[in-house]
């Protein structure tokens, strides 16, 4: 695979990759000033995106290039997860150096054609440069029926839930950061890092029975993206530290603090009102549902340690954190 | 104004700054994990992103802060312009460096600010995180009626025009270029350079009256852009090198050239087919807009100038040319 000649040509890659099924709504894709989108009726449109920036989300000489593809896609995706949503189409911006728009970019579009068949969500537009940093945005475009899951809905009372196990992406990045070369998805710590599955199909069942009163996915870490929660519903919250569903790879108090803080879980963080609690099962789709604590009145978050108190810091990822 | 001692400093910074009026069809802006959008019926989205890069679209020792803010916005929202729609929110992205998070960032939100307003583009959400370098992009939404102005409409014999004047940008580039220090907006070149204007209300009166059959924005320079309108009709074209309406501030030979290959402009591209060329007023609300040549069968695209014909390569804004 040859290095592009000019802009057109690297577009032109990306269209022959993702030739193929369109999207319903999607009326207008690649090839013009910009898409054309119409949702379905009764419909509200979601709108998400995130940055995937080379030597911050990831590196290199670390990350297999189709993981690159499948990640950056795969979480933007989460947040419509988060909202109880459907992924529909996504514009990719992208950023490449020129030593990297062979082989390297065959793998990163593998990679997201890959995730954008197995998430539904067609590629519908996007822009293209040069830099000597590979540099990805990802736009999402979903749609979802009334009441969306929002962060702010979380009421005093209610139990905290989250889906899956904690910490085990931050341990899977530990673990790629310590190596030597390209990792492989060894085990699943490194395959929860480097192709994280968003929880759609939980999402949208949690918004089809009305079951969360809040929810959000899990970013950055449970004691940061918690706080977000908390904050957007005005409420506090009390996590029951031995209840988190952690990783039994590594000592049970430092697999929990993983759990705590460790970033990239792409989980979903969510609350259900008491009188709900019977219908909540113990696991969706093969994956388990945990209670891991209550929303309180008094605003400070605190982990409850066998009854020892103490107030729960948001110390997951902030890239301006001093 | 400090540096930020987190993201979600940064993130109420720019909340701050954005509160205010909210776009109509927008359900649900900041502070989720995602926005919620609902065009106004019998409408589409549209969706457009842009790259606005430092060390490659702006320099941070030449271009005022207030412009970064206004340009990253203006340029993206011009697709919408060129589809003949409505801008209605949009999607900031951006990556600082912790000392550009002081007063660099309150100039840069004041200019974003500014066009938000004047194009009437509402702050739906976006993504912050931290770079040595500014990254910034810009998704819009925005909503247009049916028959929403495309690129692939051109037929033989339509008559090609374009609104403004051409090449103007590219000469105030070169003159911040070759000046010491940050650049004021001291003249023409140098404004559309750093301020330029989408032509939203040209894009709407075209689509409305179905006048053009075919148009699209100048955003890489007539003789790239113009190939891509060629190329997404099937036809080729003939631009009448005299008629280009260029700027007086340089010999004019030099100045249709700039004109030809100049990036920047933000004007619209468009045909219109014979029979309506009666209907084409010389100006739309102050903006000239002049016929510089003619679809043809023949795909490759040629300059005419004073019956001298020659090829017209595309040699406008390209990042991965040799």
């Known amino acids: 695979m040859t290095t592009p000649r000019n802009e057109n040509d690297l577009i032109r890659r990306i269209e022959k990759r993702f030739r193929g099924a369109r999207s319903k709504g999607l009326r207008l894709g690649l090839g013009d000033d910009a898409a054309l989108w119409r949702p379905r009726p009764g419909c509200e449109t979601v709108l998400t995106c995130d940055w995937f920036l080379e030597d911050c989300h990831f590196f290199r000489e670390k990350h297999p290039a189709d993981a690159v593809g499948w990640k950056c896609l795969a979480r933007a995706v989460s947040d419509i997860a988060a909202m109880g949503g459907q992924p529909r189409c996504f514009l990719l911006s992208l950023a490449l150096p020129r030593e990297l728009a062979g082989s390297w970019f065959d793998g990163f579009l593998l990679g997201l054609r890959r995730a ?53 992406a931050e341990l899977g990045l530990r673990q790629l950061l310590h190596k030597q070369g390209i990792a492989r998805p060894a085990n699943q710590e490194l395959r929860k890092h480097l192709y994280p599955q968003p929880r759609l199909a939980l999402g949208r069942w949690l918004r089809d029975r009305q079951l969360a009163t809040a929810a959000m996915d899990l970013s950055d870490g449970l004691s940061s993206d918690l706080r977000r929660l908390c904050l957007a519903s005005g409420v506090g919250a009390r996590i029951d530290f031995r209840s988190l569903p952690v990783t039994g790879r590594v000592p049970p108090d430092e697999a929990r603090r993983l759990g705590l803080h460790g970033g990239d879980d792409y989980e979903l963080l969510f609350t259900v009102a008491k009188k709900n609690l019977g219908k909540m099962p113990t696991q969706f789709g093969g994956v388990k549902l945990t209670r891991i604590g209550e929303i309180t009145r008094s605003r400070p978050m605190v982990v409850d340690d066998a009854g020892k108190l103490q107030k729960l810091e948001a110390r997951g990822w902030d890239p301006f954190r001093s």
Chains 1, 2 share one sequence.
């Open 116 to 168: 954008s068949t197995a998430l539904g969500c067609e590629l519908a537009g996007g822009d293209t440069t040069r830099r000597d940093k590979v540099l990805i945005h990802i736009t999402v475009i979903g749609e979802v029926r009334r009441r969306a899951l929002l962060r702010s809905g979380a009421r005093t009372g209610d139990a905290i839930f989250v889906s899956g196990t904690l910490g085990e």
